[in-house]
C-alpha cells in the first residue's frame, strides 16, 4: 500500500500549466528527499526533479525553467509547478521518498494533448 499519496494530474493543453502535490507522513517526509518521477508509454521511469529536506533542487535538464519543485513541511506536502507543458511531458507521475527507506505514491497521470 503507497504511503505517498499524488493528485493533480490530468489532462492539459500545450503551453498550459498543472500543479502536482503529494502528501506523505511526517516520519518520511521530514527526514527524506522527496521527488518526483514519470513514466511515458513504452520508457523507462525518469527522475525529474528533487529537493532535499534542506531545501536543495535539482531539476532534470529536460524540465529545467519550465518546472519547479518544493515542499511545505508544515503539511507534509511536496509540489511539482509544470508550466509550459508540452505533448512530451505525457506521463504518469511518481512522487518517492528516499534515501530512509524507499517510499513511493500511487502514481497520477499528466496528458498534454489538444
Known amino acids: 500500500q503507497a504511503q505517498l499519496v499524488e493528485s493533480g494530474g490530468g489532462l492539459v493543453q500545450p503551453g498550459g500549466s498543472l500543479r502536482l502535490s503529494c502528501v506523505a507522513p511526517?516520519?518520511?517526509?521530514?527526514?527524506?528527499?522527496m521527488g518526483w518521477y514519470r513514466q511515458a508509454p513504452g520508457k523507462q521511469r525518469e527522475l525529474v526533479a528533487w529537493?532535499?529536506?534542506?531545501?536543495?533542487?535539482m531539476t532534470a535538464d529536460s524540465v529545467t525553467g519550465r518546472f519547479t519543485i518544493s515542499r511545505d513541511n508544515a503539511k507534509n506536502t511536496v509540489y511539482l509547478q509544470m508550466n509550459s507543458l508540452k505533448p512530451e511531458d505525457t506521463a504518469v507521475y511518481y512522487c518517492r521518498g528516499w534515501p530512509i527507506g524507499n517510499y513511493w505514491g500511487q502514481g497520477t497521470q499528466v496528458t498534454v494533448s489538444t
Open positions: 529537493i532535499s529536506n534542506g531545501g536543495s533542487t
Open positions: 511526517g516520519s518520511i517526509f521530514r527526514i527524506n528527499t
